[in-house]
C-alpha cells in the first residue's frame, strides 16, 4: 500500500482480556517500529523489527507485552491481560533500511490503534 | 531528565501571524533531529536535520539546527487554520529508538 496502515483503528476492551494490534508497513521497508502514546505525551518507543527479528525491545514496559513479525512485513502487538493503564494510541512506523544508514531511516507512522481498557 | 524538550507547550495565534517553535535536546550519539507534525493520530514527517546552520525550508515552514548549543526551532509563517496541530520535536540517537519532545500544541485560529 502507499502508506502504513493498522487495524484496527479504536479497540475498547474489558480488563483483563487479550488484545491484538496489527500493522502493515510500507512495502518494501524492512524496519518496523511500535510505539505508545499516552494523551498529552510524545509517543514512547516499545520495538523494533529489522526484518523478521526483534533488533530491540528494550521499551516493552512488561512481560504482557509481545510483539511479532513473523514474515518480515505485517507485525502484531500483543497484550495479555490487560490493564487500564494500557490504553493509549498504538503506533506503528516503517522505515526502509534500519536505523543508522543515514537518509534511509526516516520513520513513516501509521494512523494508529486507540486502544481502551474499561 | 527530559532529553527533548519543546517550548512553549501550547500557543496560540491568529491566521497570518508567525511563530517559532523551540526544541532543546541532550544527546550521546546524535544522528538527527527531525520535525513531525500530528493532527489526529499520526505524526508526518516534517524535516530531518543533521547538520548545524543549514536552514530546511518547505513552503511556510522552516527549521534549522544549532549543535553547539544543541538547540532547534521550527518557524512557521502567515500561518493558516490548517497548521493547527501538535508539532513534535524527534531525537534520532544513534540507535534504535527515536526519543519525543511532548510537543506543542499550535492552534491557529481565523
Known amino acids: 500500500g502507499a502508506g502504513v496502515s493498522q487495524t484496527p483503528s479504536n479497540k475498547v476492551t474489558e480488563k483483563g482480556k487479550y488484545v491484538e494490534l496489527r500493522c502493515d508497513p510500507i512495502s518494501g521497508h524492512t524496519a518496523l517500529y511500535w510505539y505508545r502514546q499516552s494523551l498529552g505525551q510524545g509517543p514512547e518507543f516499545l520495538i523494533y523489527f529489522q526484518g523478521t527479528g526483534a533488533a530491540d525491545d528494550s521499551g516493552l514496559p512488561n512481560d504482557r507485552f509481545f510483539a511479532v513479525r513473523p514474515e518480515g512485513s505485517v507485525s502484531t502487538l500483543k497484550i495479555q491481560r490487560t490493564e487500564r493503564g494500557d490504553s493509549a494510541v498504538y503506533l506503528c512506523?516503517?522505515?526502509?533500511?534500519?536505523?543508522?544508514?543515514?537518509?534511509?531511516?526516516?520513520?513513516?507512522f501509521g494512523p494508529g490503534t486507540r486502544l481502551t481498557v474499561l | 531528565e527530559d532529553k527533548v524538550v519543546q517550548s512553549p507547550l501550547s500557543l496560540v495565534v491568529h491566521e497570518g501571524d508567525t511563530v517559532t517553535l523551540n526544541c532543546s535536546y541532550e544527546v550521546t550519539n546524535f544522528r538527527s533531529l527531525l520535525w513531525y507534525k500530528q493532527e489526529k493520530k499520526a505524526p508526518t514527517f516534517l524535516f530531518m536535520l543533521?547538520?548545524?546552520?543549514i536552514e530546511k525550508k518547505s513552503g511556510r515552514l522552516s527549521s534549522i539546527l544549532d549543535k553547539k548549543e544543541l538547540f532547534s526551532i521550527l518557524n512557521i509563517t502567515a500561518t493558516q487554520t490548517g497548521d493547527s496541530a501538535v508539532y513534535l520535536c524527534?531525537?534520532?540517537?544513534?540507535?534504535?529508538?527515536?526519543?519525543f519532545g511532548k510537543g506543542t500544541t499550535l492552534s491557529v485560529s481565523s
Open positions: 512506523a516503517s522505515s526502509l533500511r534500519a536505523p543508522g544508514l543515514a537518509g534511509e531511516d526516516t520513520q513513516y
Open positions: 524527534v531525537l534520532n540517537q544513534a540507535g534504535t529508538a527515536l526519543i
Open positions: 543533521t547538520s548545524s546552520g
